[in-house]
């Protein structure tokens, strides 16, 4: 701890603050990605399920298999917005972190 000045924890603190201003933007877009990854796959399922004849489980199974990958694709960009939000929890605690460090610098400082 002694290595670091106040300038340096500030400068520190300041790059987590823009860097989880930037990932609440990122998390914005991937939780619009996963709303319409979601309802792609949705309006395909519906769709696959009522242009299928037969019974209730071939109709089922027509459309889990029509709609593969958009399930893949709506798997993976909840994926990517859980990921997102375990890094700006990352971030704030962190901060957090840098927070409580600056603190102890000023009183070591003051000594």
């Known amino acids: 701890m002694s290595n670091l000045t106040p300038s340096e924890i500030v400068e520190t603190l300041a790059n987590i603050?823009?860097?989880i201003d930037e990932t609440t933007v990122e998390l914005a877009d991937?939780?619009?990605a996963q709303v319409r990854a979601r309802q792609e796959y949705k309006r395909a399922?519906?769709?696959?399920?009522l242009r299928?004849?037969?019974?209730?489980?071939?109709?089922?199974?027509?459309?889990e298999l029509a709609t593969s990958d958009l399930v893949l694709a709506y798997e993976i960009?909840?994926?990517k917005h859980r990921a997102c939000?375990?890094?700006?929890?990352?971030?704030?605690?962190?901060?957090?972190?840098?927070?409580?460090?600056?603190?102890?610098?000023?009183?070591?400082?003051?000594?």
Request: proline share 0%; net charge negative.
């Open 17 to 19: 603050s823009k860097e």
């Open 30 to 32: 991937l939780d619009e």
């Open 45 to 49: 399922y519906a769709e696959s399920f």
């Open 52 to 63: 299928t004849d037969g019974s209730m489980d071939v109709r089922r199974y027509t459309a």
């Open 77 to 79: 960009a909840e994926q």
């Open 85 to 111: 939000v375990a890094h700006l929890k990352a971030l704030r605690d962190r901060l957090e972190v840098g927070r409580s460090i600056g603190a102890l610098v000023r009183l070591e400082w003051q000594a």
